[in-house]
């Protein structure tokens, strides 16, 4: 990521968070910039791996704290499977998952506009979805 780009986000991380009347703080905008750099759908506990590189005093309680508040800030989604740990997926166009179940990998499935239209004739008469959430599961077939 170019550093205009970078100084893009963390601008755009400090006015989010100002916006709902929070600091903008280094352990904040440490566990953002991680999630930037590797767009691969992490657990909080490697979350916490990758920002300990550049903060090693932070605590996972810390971590889960600004993963929520990057949440609450509309700045990553928060993908939940099955019952496995949460992952945070910082993609915010519209977009479905993958999971393999053979790797444990989550791919991002981009979307287009007639795509995510036709899905919403699914919904019940009279109903607007503000949000979904659509994740397929599976593994690698064999040719």
């Known amino acids: 990521m170019n550093a205009k780009v970078s100084k893009s986000l963390q601008n755009r991380l400090n006015q989010k ?3 709902k009347g929070l600091r903008p703080t280094k352990q904040r905008s440490c566990v953002y910039d991680v999630l930037l750099q590797k767009k691969d759908h992490p657990t909080a506990d490697e979350v916490l791996i990758r920002v300990r590189k550049k903060l090693p005093s932070i605590s996972l309680a810390t971590v ?4 929520e508040t990057l949440v609450d800030c509309s700045l990553v989604k928060q993908v939940n499977m099955d019952r496995s740990p949460s992952r945070y997926c910082p993609n915010l166009t519209p977009h479905a998952h993958f999971r393999c179940s053979q790797s444990g990998r989550i791919y991002d499935l981009n979307l287009r506009e ?6 919403k004739e699914f919904l019940p008469s009279g109903f607007n979805a503000e949000h979904f959430d659509l994740t397929f599961s599976g593994s690698a077939t064999l040719s």
């Open 114 to 119: 007639e795509e995510i239209n036709l899905l």
């Open 17 to 19: 968070l100002l916006d």
């Open 64 to 67: 889960y704290n600004c993963l």
